[in-house]
């Protein structure tokens, strides 16, 4: 976007938010009416998003989405209820998750779509992650209470429906509980990035073994939200290359923390590394980060969606019936 002649910075930027709100909670925004609504990227209580399964598919329909999946954060113990939810309204179903990853010192995440929930190699694996997230947890409790705010491990606790999955959403919500920050964006960066107060290090699992455990679950490993990490070009190319050479399928090119600009770069980056093309809101909470089910562009046309050879056998609801369905 052009920054008009004279126009102050705040206010600049101020624009420049409304806009990426506007585009990210404008439901099927982009969408063309011969082409189903993919998001393939969404939270639930499960995790750090604070509607159950069964609710955000709901909202899911309601936003306009023919395909979902659900990919809470290293858990799978909502996609029983989702899918049935997905079949009672009609849409499309997915089971996903989305596993946390250390690579060269950096946190990555990557999604795993089309899984096998019950195998039993990507269940240990996710057991041990979740094990991992309690001491993090603990250990960024005991960091805000050194900078003055008590209680954040319990405070955090009460806003995660799932114990097992505790993380710094829920640390960001206990302090806007707290009057502390007004919104989870401000608490992230004040409180629970690299260098701030709260900010503990960790050890994911490899990158090896995320998308080990995907493939041997029978599913397709997708680089999540890569704008979003604090990686150069080079670094960036040399992730890209490394993950199609483990096995991993595809990258995020349409997510809700990607610029326009970012759309462009990561289509061009897929299409360069033989990777598809994913699409997902990344929604946890509405309301939350300025995301909806379903928002955002489509997919750049020169990219390969990676549903372009998946045959959906879960229930759409009537009026998808009439669009072209990938094969």
Same mark, same amino acid.
């Given at each position: *976007?052009?920054?008009?002649?004279?126009?102050?910075?705040?206010?600049?930027? *101020?624009?420049?938010?409304?806009?990426?709100?506007?585009?990210?909670?404008?439901?099927?925004?982009?969408?063309?009416?011969?082409?189903?609504?993919?998001?393939?990227?969404? +939270?639930?209580?499960?995790?750090?998003?604070?509607?159950?399964?069964?609710?955000?598919?709901?909202?899911?329909?309601?936003?306009?989405?023919?395909?979902?999946?659900?990919?809470?954060?290293?858990?799978?113990?909502?996609?029983?209820?989702?899918?049935?939810?997905?079949?009672?309204?009609?849409? @499309?179903?997915?089971?996903?998750?989305?596993?946390?990853?250390?690579?060269?010192?950096?946190?990555? +995440?990557?999604?795993?779509?089309?899984?096998?929930?019950?195998?039993? *190699?990507?269940?240990? @694996?996710?057991?041990?992650?979740?094990?991992?997230?309690?001491?993090?947890?603990?250990?960024?409790?005991?960091?805000?209470?050194?900078?003055?705010?008590?209680?954040?491990?319990?405070?955090?606790?009460?806003?995660?429906?799932?114990?097992? *999955?505790?993380?710094?959403?829920?640390?960001?919500?206990?302090?806007?509980?707290?009057?502390?920050?007004?919104?989870?964006?401000?608490?992230?960066?004040?409180?629970?990035?690299?260098?701030?107060?709260?900010?503990?290090?960790?050890?994911?699992?490899?990158?090896?073994?995320?998308?080990?455990?995907?493939?041997?679950?029978? @599913?397709?490993?997708?680089?999540?939200?890569?704008?979003?990490?604090?990686?150069?070009?080079?670094?960036?190319?040399?992730?890209?290359?490394?993950?199609?050479?483990? @096995?991993?399928?595809?990258?995020?090119?349409?997510?809700?923390?990607?610029?326009?600009?970012?759309?462009?770069?990561?289509?061009?980056?897929?299409?360069?590394?033989?990777?598809?093309?994913?699409?997902?809101?990344?929604?946890?909470?509405?309301?939350?980060?300025?995301?909806?089910?379903?928002?955002?562009?489509?997919?750049?046309?020169?990219?390969?969606?990676?549903? +372009?050879?998946?045959?959906?056998?879960?229930?759409?609801?009537?009026?998808?019936?009439?669009?072209?369905?990938?094969?």
């Amino acid at each position: *976007m052009l920054r008009p002649a004279g126009l102050e910075n705040g206010y600049f930027a *101020m624009i420049c938010l409304a806009y990426q709100i506007i585009r990210w909670t404008r439901p099927r925004a982009g969408i063309g009416l011969n082409r189903l609504n993919y998001d393939l990227h969404c +939270h639930s209580s499960i995790s750090d998003g604070v509607l159950s399964p069964a609710l955000l598919v709901q909202r899911a329909a309601e936003k306009g989405v023919d395909v979902l999946a659900l990919t809470d954060h290293d858990d799978v113990g909502g996609l029983g209820e989702a899918a049935q939810a997905a079949a009672a309204v009609g849409i @499309g179903f997915v089971n996903g998750v989305e596993i946390s990853v250390t690579w060269s010192g950096v946190t990555l +995440h990557v999604v795993g779509l089309n899984i096998d929930a019950g195998n039993a *190699m990507l269940q240990a @694996g996710l057991a041990d992650i979740q094990l991992g997230r309690r001491e993090r947890a603990e250990r960024i409790g005991l960091e805000l209470g050194k900078h003055g705010i008590p209680g954040a491990f319990d405070g955090a606790l009460r806003h995660a429906a799932n114990p097992r *999955m505790i993380g710094r959403t829920h640390f960001a919500r206990f302090l806007i509980e707290q009057g502390v920050c007004k919104d989870v964006r401000s608490v992230f960066k004040k409180y629970l990035v690299r260098g701030r107060p709260g900010y503990v290090t960790h050890e994911w699992t490899a990158l090896e073994n995320a998308v080990a455990w995907i493939r041997a679950a029978g @599913g397709q490993a997708v680089l999540a939200h890569p704008g979003r990490y604090d990686l150069k070009g080079k670094a960036t190319r040399r992730l890209l290359g490394e993950f199609r050479e483990l @096995g991993g399928e595809g990258v995020e090119v349409v997510t809700g923390s990607h610029t326009p600009d970012q759309h462009a770069l990561f289509a061009e980056l897929a299409n360069l590394y033989g990777l598809t093309a994913s699409r997902g809101s990344d929604f946890h909470a509405p309301g939350e980060y300025g995301r909806e089910l379903g928002g955002g562009p489509e997919l750049p046309v020169k990219c390969t969606p990676i549903w +372009h050879n998946w045959r959906l056998t879960s229930a759409r609801r009537t009026r998808a019936a009439s669009k072209t369905v990938p094969n």
